[in-house]
């Protein structure tokens, strides 16, 4: 017994430390409910009330991001919630998109109540604005207790614009360098992957960009860095791309091939 505790005590005190995604989970339940104040669990008798709670979420950021920021984490904590109203804002543009571009939708509260694409969304839009203030690792977490809850994986370094639909959602895959207009539509079993996995391509452009008003139907899978789909075109169901679409396309899967209409 003494050989194998012995390795594992120093497995343990060798390895670099961070927080657990149960609580990055936590923390980011309650922004989410801080951004959109729709559940009746979460109510604040005076604006002091208020105050302290931000206070508090500030505090467990500052402690989440302690081990993994490139600047102080003060520093971070206090340039993460002064963007706040603006990632509100882009949110709320992804909550319209979803309204309007969804029948079933009964209103905007019920999107946010029950849609799992704009909890994803938010969720990688917060951990988007952590990565361009140099935040490692938690920024990911973020993104897969987000996963993990939707089954829409995110990478938070991926470029999305306002406007940003995911329709139902499950299985739906952005990869990290990919570049996403406004206005894009995705539904889902949708993959934005790359060609190649070399670990020597890790620097390089391996997602495809989705240009402005384009729709993508469930199954699609479009790969490579080199990729673009032209604004206004729509990808159908279950499609197989690897080269660029012109703008205005309809592509749709046949039993044979993927052709353009």
Request: contains cysteine; proline residues 4%.
């Given at each position: 017994?003494?050989?194998?505790?012995?390795?594992?005590?120093?497995?343990?005190?060798?390895?670099?430390?961070?927080?657990?995604?149960?609580?990055?989970g936590s923390w980011l339940n309650q922004l989410f409910k801080l951004l959109f104040p729709v559940d009746l669990d979460v109510q604040f008798d005076s604006e002091d009330a208020f105050k302290r709670h931000i206070e508090k979420?500030?505090?467990?950021?500052?402690?989440?991001?302690?081990?993994?920021?490139?600047?102080?984490c003060e520093e971070?904590?206090?340039?993460?919630?002064?963007?706040?109203?603006?990632?509100?804002?882009?949110?709320?543009?992804?909550?319209?998109?979803?309204?309007?571009g969804d029948p079933a939708a009964q209103s905007e509260a019920e999107v946010v109540r029950c849609y799992p694409g704009i909890f994803a969304i938010s969720a990688y839009r917060i951990a988007h604005a952590l990565v361009q203030l140099g935040v490692k690792i938690v920024p990911r977490?973020?993104?897969?207790?987000?996963?993990?809850k939707t089954g829409i994986d995110i990478h938070p370094e991926a470029k999305i614009k306002p406007y940003f639909f995911?329709?139902?959602?499950?299985?739906?895959?952005?990869?990290?360098?990919?570049?996403?207009?406004?206005?894009?539509?995705?539904?889902?079993?949708?993959?934005?992957?790359?060609?190649?996995?070399?670990?020597?391509?890790?620097?390089?452009?391996?997602?495809?960009?989705?240009?402005?008003?384009?729709?993508?139907?469930?199954?699609?899978?479009?790969?490579?860095?080199?990729?673009?789909?032209g604004e206004n075109s729509i990808i159908g169901g279950n499609t197989f791309i690897t080269k660029s679409i012109a703008p205005n396309s309809k592509i749709y899967h046949s039993p044979t091939n993927s052709k353009n209409k």
């Amino acid at each position: 017994m003494k050989d194998y505790t012995t390795y594992f005590f120093t497995i343990h005190n060798e390895t670099e430390k961070c927080v657990s995604l149960t609580r990055v989970g936590s923390w980011l339940n309650q922004l989410f409910k801080l951004l959109f104040p729709v559940d009746l669990d979460v109510q604040f008798d005076s604006e002091d009330a208020f105050k302290r709670h931000i206070e508090k979420l500030q505090t467990e950021l500052n402690s989440i991001v302690e081990c993994n920021a490139t600047i102080s984490c003060e520093e971070v904590t206090e340039r993460f919630f002064e963007q706040l109203p603006v990632i509100r804002e882009v949110l709320n543009t992804d909550v319209q998109a979803i309204y309007n571009g969804d029948p079933a939708a009964q209103s905007e509260a019920e999107v946010v109540r029950c849609y799992p694409g704009i909890f994803a969304i938010s969720a990688y839009r917060i951990a988007h604005a952590l990565v361009q203030l140099g935040v490692k690792i938690v920024p990911r977490m973020i993104t897969e207790y987000a996963h993990s809850k939707t089954g829409i994986d995110i990478h938070p370094e991926a470029k999305i614009k306002p406007y940003f639909f995911i329709d139902h959602g499950t299985g739906v895959v952005i990869g990290a360098t990919s570049e996403i207009g406004e206005n894009v539509k995705i539904y889902q079993g949708v993959t934005l992957g790359g060609l190649s996995v070399r670990k020597a391509d890790a620097d390089v452009k391996r997602h495809p960009t989705i240009e402005d008003n384009v729709v993508i139907y469930a199954g699609a899978t479009i790969l490579g860095g080199k990729t673009v789909i032209g604004e206004n075109s729509i990808i159908g169901g279950n499609t197989f791309i690897t080269k660029s679409i012109a703008p205005n396309s309809k592509i749709y899967h046949s039993p044979t091939n993927s052709k353009n209409k």
